[in-house]
C-alpha cells in the first residue's frame, strides 16, 4: 500500500505540476500566433497594393495613345493666328536634316547621353536609380523639381505628349510607352529618333540641322566643345541658342564637359582644355549666317518665349499647335516698315536701334512689336522685349507722382518748390537743363519734366509705397531707392507700356501679352489670357493722365513733337544721362549726349513705349533731333493706328472734382472772386480733398470813406482828406477832373489828405480817391467843389458931389485934399483910401476906378442884393456894405461844402 500510496502522492505531485506548466505553454503558443496573424495582415495589404497600384496604372495608362510608327517620323507644325484668327504663320515645318544612327560620330553620342541619360544603354527603358533621385528631389523641393526622364521618355514626350503640365497620369503613360518602344525599337533606333526630333531653336529640329546652322559644319567634323554645346541645347534651346545668348551657352557646355568627364568619356586634360574654348569664336561668321523666313519675328519669338515660360513641356515647333495670338497684322506691318525701310522715321544711321511695344490699353493684349532693325535677323535680340535699360522720366508716374495721388491724395494743383536739393545721403540732385524754376504745380512740374519736384514727391509717399505700386503696374522691383524717381533702375518697352495702360484703363491693369489661347493636337484648349486687377483707384489715373496730355499740348511740355492734333493722347518723355566716370572712360564730350531716349503714352485704345539709343551704351544720342526719334515714332505709329478709329477722351469719374487755383500761390490756394483770369488755373482734386483756403493776393481793397474837398480862402488852396482804416501796404491813387473835362493822376500817395494849391477860379473841381494794393485797387470815393469867383470892390458912386463941397472938406490931418487926391480923380480920397482897404481884407480887388465907376458889383449870384448901382452914398455908410457880400459869400461856401461831404 506504502508503494501505491507514493505512487499516488507521485501522481498527485506530478498533476500540480503539469498544471504549474500548462500556462507557460499557452502563452509561448499565443505569441506565435499574433506574429502569423501580423505577416499575414502585411502580405494581404501587399497585395492588395500591388492589385490597387496595378489597377491604378491600367486605368493611368488605358487612355495612352498608340505607338504609331508614323506619328515618330517627322515633327509636327504649329499654326499661329492674329487677333481675328487669321493664319499670320507655321512654326517648325521645315529646315530638318535627318541623320541615321550609324552616321553619327561617337562623339556626338557620347556628348547627348552623357548629358541627358548616362545609363542609357542599360535600363529598358526607365531607370530605377535615376527615378530614385528623383523621387528624393521631388519630396524634398516639390512635385516635378527634378525630372526622372531617360531618353526613351523624352522620345515618348516628344512624339506623343505635350500637355503642359507634369501629371502622375501622364508620368504612368509616359513610362508604359517607354517599356513599349523599348520592346519594339533597339536602342540605336531610339537614339536616332531622338537627335533628329530636338529642337534646336533657329526654328529648326535635329543635331545635323544645328551643326550646319551654327558651326556651318557636318557632324563628324564637329570639335569637343562644339559636340557638348549642342548637347546642352535640348534642355532650353532658346535660352541657350549660342547666337543670341553666347555667355549663357558657353555656362552650359561647360557643364556637359563636366558630365562627360564624369562619366568617363573625356580625361580632365581634354575638359580643362575644351572649356576655355571661347563660344563665339567657334561659331559662323554673323555675316555669313543664314535667316529663316519667319514672317513677323519680334511679334513671333514673343509668342514662343511666353509659351515656353508659362509650359516649358510643349514645344511650339514640334507639336502641332494651334496658336491665337493679340497680333494686329496691319499695325505690326506697319511697324516693320518703319524699322526695317527707315523712310516714315528718319535714323541717324544703321546701328541706331530701337524698341516699340504697342498694347491695346483695355486688355493688355500686344498689337505689334518692333524687335530689331535688322531684318535678316531671325529670333534674335528683341530690342522690345529683351533689352532692358533705364527708363528715365517715363517713371515718374509710375514711382511718384501715381503713389503720391494714390496715398497722399495729392490734387493736380499740389504745390512743389523746384530748387537746390540734394538726396537724403546729400547726394547732389540736378534738373537735366540745371536750372531751377522755383515753386509750381505737380502738372507743371510733369510736363516740364523737373527732376526735384518728382524726387520730393518720391520723398513725401515713400519708398516702400512706390515701389508697391510698381510692383502692381509690372515692373519688378526688388527695392525701390531715391535714384528710382528719375528712371534709375531697368525695364523694358513691355514693362513700361503695360505700366502705362493701366493709367489709361482707369486704374485696370493687364498684364502684357501675345498669346490668347492655343489648342493641342488632342483638341484641349489652354487659355493664356491674364486676369485683370484693379491696381489703383480711379481717380489716380484719371489724374496722371490728364497731367500728362499737358506734356504734349502744353507750350512748356517736353513732348510736343509727339502730340497728334485732335486725338486726345497722353504720354511722357524719358532721357538717361551718363556719369562723370562714364563720359571719361568713352570719351563724351558734349553734356547733353545721352544714352537712352524714351517716349511712353496712351490713349483710350491704344498704349505704346518706345525705346531708342545704341546696343552698347557707350555710343551716345548727341544733342537734338537724335534725342527726338523716340517722339517721331510714337506719333507717327499711334497716328496711323487711330485712323478710323473713335477715340474717346479720358473720361472723368464721380472720385474727382474741379477746383479753380490761383496760379503762384505756395501752398496752392483757392482763386477769389476778385483773381485775373488771366492767374487762374483749372485743375482737379480727390473729392472730399480739395483746399478750403482762398488767396487774399488780389483780394480788392476798401473804398476810402469820409472824402472832403473844402476851400482855404487864406491860403489860395483847397484841402482834400479822406478816412481809411488798416492801411498796411495801401496807396491812394487820387485824381481830378476839371469843369467835367478828362481825369488826370494827381499823385499816388501813402497820406489821407492833400492840398492843391492855386485853383481856378470859378471853376468845379472834381475829386477820386482810390485805394490801391499791389495790383489790386479799390472802387473811387469822390467829392466835388467849385472854387469860388474872386470879388472886385470899389468905392460907391457920389454923383452929387461939387467941387465947392470938395472944396470945404478938410484933410483930417489939416493937409489940403489935393496932396491925397490920385492923380485928381478921385473925390473923398480918405474914404477911397478906406474902401480899398476894406475890399484888401475881403479878398476884393480895387482897380483904382474913381467913385463914380465903384459899382460894388459881385459875380456871386448869393450877393446881387449888395450890388450898388449909382446910389448916393456916403463914403462912411459903405463900410458895411463892402463886408456884406463877404459874409453872404462865406455862407454859400459852408452850404457847398455841405454837399462835398454828403458826396
Known sequence: MTDKYQTREERRKQLEAS???????????????????????????????????????????????????????????????????????????????????????????????????????KHH???????????????????????????????????????????????????????????????????????????????????????????????????????????????????????????????????????????????KAEME????????????????????????????????????????????????LEIYTTMDQKAQEYV???????????????????????????????????????????????????????????AKPILDYGPAIEHLKWGTYQTIVDERSTYSDGTPISNWDNSYKGSMTMRKALEMSRNIPALKAFQAVGAENAKEFAVNLGIPLEEAFESYA?????????????????????????????????????????????????????????????????????????????????LPVAGKTGTTNYSQEERTKWGITNSKSVPDAWFAGYTTNFTMAVWTGYTERKNPLTPGANQKVAQQIFKAVMGHISEGVETADFKKPDSVETVKIEKGTYPARLASSYTPSSQILTEYAVKGNILNEVSQKYNKPDAPNGVKASYNENSDEIDLSWNYGKKDGIKFDVSVSVDGGASEQLTVTSDTSLKIAKPTPGSTYNFAVKAIKGDQESDPASASITVPEKIEEQPPEEPNETIDDEDKQDDPNGEDSEDNQDNGDNDDSDNGDENHNDQDNNNGNNNGNNGENNNGNNNNNNNNDNNNTGNNNTGQNNHPNSNEPNQNQNQNRNREQNQNDSQ
Not at 508620368?171 to 537627335?195: D, G, H, N, P, T
Not at 509668342?303 to 510643349?314: H, L, M, Q, R, S
Open 125 to 267: 527603358g526607365i531607370d530605377p536609380i535615376r527615378l530614385g533621385g528623383a523621387v528624393i528631389a521631388n519630396f524634398r523641393d516639390g512635385f516635378g523639381s527634378e525630372g526622372a526622364s531617360t531618353i526613351t521618355q523624352q522620345v515618348v514626350k516628344n512624339f506623343f505628349f505635350n500637355q503642359p503640365q507634369k501629371t502622375l497620369s501622364r508620368k504612368a503613360q509616359e513610362a508604359w510607352l517607354a517599356l513599349e518602344l523599348e520592346r519594339k525599337y533597339s536602342k540605336e533606333e531610339i537614339f536616332e529618333m531622338y537627335v533628329n526630333k530636338i529642337f534646336m531653336s533657329e526654328n529648326m529640329s535635329g543635331v545635323k540641322t544645328a551643326a550646319r546652322v551654327y558651326f556651318d559644319k557636318s557632324l563628324d567634323e564637329l570639335t569637343l566643345p562644339e559636340a557638348a554645346l549642342l548637347a546642352g541645347m535640348p534642355q532650353a534651346p532658346n535660352a541657350y541658342n549660342p547666337f543670341n545668348n553666347p555667355e549663357r551657352a558657353e555656362k552650359r557646355r561647360n557643364i556637359v564637359l563636366s558630365l562627360m568627364h564624369q562619366h568617363g568619356y573625356i580625361s
Open 486 to 566: 528719375i528712371g534709375a533702375f531697368e525695364a523694358s518697352t513691355l514693362e513700361m507700356a503695360g505700366a502705362y495702360s493701366a493709367f489709361g484703363n482707369e486704374g485696370v491693369y493687364n498684364a502684357p501679352h501675345a498669346v490668347r489661347s492655343f489648342k493641342l493636337k488632342d483638341g484641349t484648349k489652354i487659355n493664356m489670357e491674364p486676369k485683370s486687377k484693379v491696381v489703383m483707384q480711379d481717380y489716380t489715373a484719371f489724374l496722371i493722365s490728364d497731367m500728362l496730355k499737358g506734356v504734349l499740348t502744353s507750350s512748356d511740355g517736353t513732348g510736343k513733337l509727339a502730340n497728334i492734333p485732335g
Open 19 to 121: 498544471k504549474k506548466k500548462a500556462p507557460k505553454k499557452a502563452k509561448k503558443k499565443s505569441g506565435k500566433n499574433l506574429f502569423k496573424r501580423v505577416l499575414l495582415i502585411l502580405l494581404t495589404i501587399g497585395i492588395i497594393s500591388i492589385i490597387a497600384g496595378g489597377v491604378t496604372f491600367a486605368i493611368m495608362v488605358k487612355d495612352a495613345p498608340e505607338l504609331n510608327p508614323e506619328t515618330l517620323k517627322d515633327p509636327i507644325s504649329s499654326t499661329i493666328y492674329d487677333k481675328n484668327n487669321d493664319e499670320i504663320a507655321k512654326v517648325g515645318a521645315v529646315n530638318r536634316d535627318y541623320v541615321n544612327y550609324e552616321d553619327i560620330p561617337d562623339l556626338v553620342k557620347d556628348a547627348f547621353i552623357a548629358t541627358e541619360d548616362s545609363r542609357f544603354f
Open 273 to 320: 582644355k575644351a572649356q576655355k574654348t571661347s563660344v563665339e569664336d567657334t561659331l559662323v561668321a554673323k555675316e555669313k549666317r543664314k535667316s529663316n523666313d519667319l514672317p513677323f519675328d519680334p511679334f513671333i519669338k514673343q509668342v514662343i518665349a511666353e509659351i515656353e515660360k508659362k509650359y516649358p513641356d510643349v514645344n511650339v515647333f514640334t507639336d502641332g
Open 336 to 394: 516693320e516698315k518703319l524699322m526695317y525701310e527707315g523712310e516714315i522715321v528718319p535714323f541717324p544711321d544703321k546701328d541706331f536701334q530701337a524698341g516699340i511695344t504697342l498694347l491695346d490699353t483695355k486688355t493688355g493684349g500686344i498689337l505689334a512689336l518692333g524687335g530689331d532693325r535688322d531684318p535678316e535677323v531671325k529670333l534674335g535680340t528683341n530690342y522690345a522685349t529683351d533689352m532692358k535699360r533705364q527708363p528715365g522720366s517715363t
